[in-house]
């Protein structure tokens, strides 16, 4: 499809912002998946069914000074305490449950942009 192509140009001629085209680009990834008829809970046959697959972006170092926080390392002879880095954490599960998302045959290679919308 062309939309991201569209959303592009819409954005240099200074037509949408780039917020917008940020919003609609997600709204079409989000379309382009392909179509899913069950959601069950605790079942992925393999990780491409899962629901949720995201990660937590994690946190820098940073350094505490009590009375704020430099997002920066703190220096050799600072007072301050140093807030140790985050590492990214996948996220797969939600309110203690693998969300897994089952497709019939039928609609296992369709997507949003296959239906047909009738008034």
Do not use: H
């Not at 940073?62 to 880095?85: E, H, P």
């Not at 309110?95 to 089952?102: F, M």
């Amino acid at each position: 499809m062309a939309i991201p192509i569209v959303l592009s140009a819409l954005f240099i001629e200074g037509k949408i912002q780039y917020s917008e085209a940020y919003y609609f680009n997600k709204i079409y990834q989000n379309w382009n998946k392909t179509l899913f008829t069950t959601v069950t809970t605790d079942s992925c046959k393999n990780i491409t069914e899962q629901l949720i697959q995201d990660f937590w972006a994690g946190t820098k170092a940073g350094c505490n000074c009590f009375t704020y926080i430099k997002n920066t390392t703190c220096g050799k002879r600072s007072t301050c305490k140093g807030i140790a880095a985050i590492n990214p954490i996948p996220i797969s599960i939600w309110r203690g449950s693998r969300l897994c998302r089952e497709t019939s045959s039928y609609w296992a290679n369709k997507t949003y942009f296959d239906l047909m919308i009738e008034k």
